[in-house]
């Protein structure tokens, strides 16, 4: 029998809702407020819009224009990717700040467009050019690969609401925060890997909120975890994560004494806790 096909996480729709949205958001501050701190410790309001515009302007350059610059010494390195695109990004955002925020709006419009242009060019069941790391792939296809760049666009503009102090609750929204949620999920798998159950055993994970969702973590025959949409053996844990917060613990921006306030744990709590180490941002 062929394979069966992963359901694809459909977030292509709504690249440009958040664009609108974003820039809608960032037309509306003072000036003062592109200067706000971020949970980022080393960048300002400015700093995540410019990395937003970098976003749109590197993957237009690299996957439509074939053009790819500066490349890292080892890419077959995880550790080595990671260290560059740390390094590509400080740059970035050195040279970027001379940009006025008139300017920074105006280019994240334009390039926003061309690049959602060129997302839809894209076959989703065709190998993605990067693989997503952080869910242990080391290839993957490119509707999992737009996802992921959802992800990016969706949490980044969610650290500058947040900084700025209004608007978090209009990306909390079933149509908005789900597809965030679900595709982060998919690390789960990955992240549980060096962890063991008994056969069949299975974890329950719960997001509060209406972008929240229940997924479960289910340890098969094989001896690997499989990620599941229902319980297909008996409960030895439930982690319930309250959504307002959920983002943040997911994209290493909340510390796990702050975390703890708002994850619930029932059942083995050694299968339930490695859940605070989540990740599903590389990094």
Do not use: C
């Not at 690969?145 to 608007?167: L, M, S």
């Not at 098969?220 to 008996?234: F, K, R, V």
Request: proline share 6%.
């Amino acid at each position: 029998m062929p394979a069966v096909r992963p359901v694809p996480i459909e977030t292509l729709p709504l690249f440009p809702i958040l664009d609108e949205k974003l820039l809608a958001f960032l037309k509306d501050l003072q000036p003062a407020e592109w200067q706000r701190q971020t949970v980022a410790p080393q960048w300002k309001v400015m700093d995540v819009a410019l990395h937003l515009l970098a976003g749109n302007l590197q993957t237009l350059s690299m996957l439509r224009d074939g053009y790819f610059g500066v490349q890292p010494a080892d890419p077959n390195s995880y550790e080595g990717i990671v260290q560059f695109l740390n390094k590509l990004n400080a740059d970035w955002i050195k040279a970027a700040r001379r940009l006025s925020p008139r300017i920074v709006l105006e280019l994240l419009e334009s390039s926003g467009q061309e690049y959602t242009a060129f997302l839809r060019t894209l076959d989703p069941w065709e190998q993605a050019a990067f693989a997503v790391g952080w869910a242990g792939e080391q290839t993957s296809l490119n509707w999992f690969h737009i996802a992921r760049d959802y992800t990016e666009k969706w949490h980044h503009q969610q650290q500058i609401r947040q900084a700025v102090g209004r608007g978090e609750n209009e990306l909390l929204t079933k149509e908005l925060y789900h597809p965030f949620l679900a595709t982060g999920i998919r690390t789960l798998p990955h992240h549980y890997r060096y962890l063991s159950a008994e056969l069949g055993q299975t974890l329950q994970f719960s997001v509060t909120g209406a972008g929240g969702g229940t997924w479960y973590l289910h340890y098969s025959s094989a001896g690997q975890w499989e990620l599941q949409e229902s319980a297909a053996g008996p409960l030895v844990a439930t982690v319930t994560i309250d959504g307002a917060v959920a983002w943040r613990l997911f994209t290493k921006s909340l510390p796990r004494p702050q975390a703890e306030a708002y994850v619930r744990i029932t059942g083995d709590e050694r299968l339930g806790q490695q859940v605070f180490d989540l990740l599903m941002v590389l990094g």
